[in-house]
């Protein structure tokens, strides 16, 4: 197969998009998850902006700093964002280890990729863990999905029993929606975490079954860990809306 | 299949474009933890402990910037987007076009529902 003459036609033919080639230098799994990924953004900004939308549509909102105000074990309230301050830290360190697989993953160094990924498991544990806490603390103040403190109460009493979470005017209908979008959207970020955490699992399990070793490529660890930074990334947004403004 | 994927792997190993050793890793990881403080610092210090700034628009605008902020870093450098192909970056990012216009849309209609259909009950907070 000399190259004496190409015809025109075929030299046309060469670039990377002609076929022959990857033109992202992506494995099509990688691809996907990308794409998955993508879709799931729209997803939680629907949801997002739907909580903003009822943020604008109400005269009044309950005050973030109010309603999440305890430490489980430390103090009861009078601390706001501390719990979630928490929560936010142990999220991004369980990044950083799934970042540190990934690159031990590239060197194929499988007692590195172990380590990482149980720190990052340990990580999500932790943080679905403060999240129950969190859950268990609301509801025993009395929000729920369709319900707030003042469900089932009538005149004075429901100003009493909402009084604690308003700086401003109170409203019972602004009460019940923050309760139904705040179970609603961190429920789906926790529901990922725990599907993260899964799937980190079975590529943990997979590392250790040497799967990867045998492959020659570390690549699901990629596709996972992109899952997972994007768990992070949406609470990044979560933590913005529901606790700073 | 597995032998495309084997020569992406093998072009990974010695290409080398441009992705992140472990110095760099932590780097971005103290920018994170550097500007998740920051928030904490503005929200628990600024507003909360000495009531120097009050709550509203220009902080909920400081509060969002450092959250695409963090964004950022989050999909640029952990997601490894920065070093993929300008095509591929393209594909992925072009779509959040319609997320802006969303929020724009549905916020003014939310601002629209305030003043255009509220039956419910207020009670003044004292």
């Known amino acids: 197969m000399s190259t004496t003459t190409v015809s025109q036609l075929d030299k046309v033919k060469d670039g990377p998009w002609s076929g022959g080639k990857s033109p992202w230098n992506l494995e099509y799994g990688k691809i996907m998850m990308w794409f998955f990924l993508v879709s799931d953004a729209f997803t939680f900004s629907a949801f997002l902006i739907y909580y903003g939308a009822q943020k604008f549509a109400q005269p009044t909102w309950i005050d973030a700093d109010k309603i999440f105000q305890s430490i489980p074990g430390i103090a009861e309230s009078g601390q706001p964002l501390v719990f979630v301050g928490i929560m936010t830290f142990i999220l991004i360190m369980s990044s950083v280890t799934m970042v540190l697989a990934v690159d031990a993953g590239h060197r194929n160094q499988k007692n590195e990729v172990v380590k990482w990924m149980l720190w990052t498991i340990l990580g999500g544990l932790a943080f679905v863990g403060c999240q129950a806490i969190e859950w268990t603390h609301l509801h025993h103040q009395g929000f729920w999905f369709g319900r707030n403190p003042a469900t089932g109460l009538e005149g004075e009493a429901i100003v009493e029993a909402l009084a604690p979470y308003f700086t401003k005017d109170i409203s019972y209908t602004a009460a019940l929606q923050f309760s139904n979008l705040f179970f609603t ?42 899952y997972w930074h994007f768990v992070d990334l949406v609470w990044v947004f979560v933590f913005t809306f529901f606790y700073l403004i | 299949m597995s032998n495309h994927n084997e020569n992406i792997a093998a072009h990974d190993h010695h290409g080398e474009h441009g992705g992140m050793d472990k110095k760099g890793i932590w780097k971005v990881f103290f920018i994170l933890l550097a500007l998740t403080a920051l928030e904490f610092l503005i929200a628990l210090g600024f507003v909360h402990h000495w009531g120097i700034i009050q709550k509203g628009v220009f902080l909920n605008i400081i509060y969002i910037a450092l959250t695409l902020v963090k964004a950022y870093y989050i999909v640029a450098y952990f997601m490894h987007l920065k070093f993929e192909k300008p095509g591929f970056i393209i594909v992925c990012s072009v779509g959040f076009v319609l997320i802006v216009y969303a929020i724009w849309l549905i916020l003014v209609e939310g601002n629209f529902l305030l003043g255009a259909f509220q039956s419910h009950p207020l009670f003044p907070n004292n």
């Open chain 1, 185 to 226: 959207i961190t429920g789906f970020h926790g529901f990922h975490v725990s599907i993260g955490i899964l799937l980190n699992i079975i590529v943990l399990c997979m590392t250790l079954n040497n799967t990867f070793e045998r492959r020659g490529t570390y690549l699901m660890i990629e596709k996972v860990g992109l």
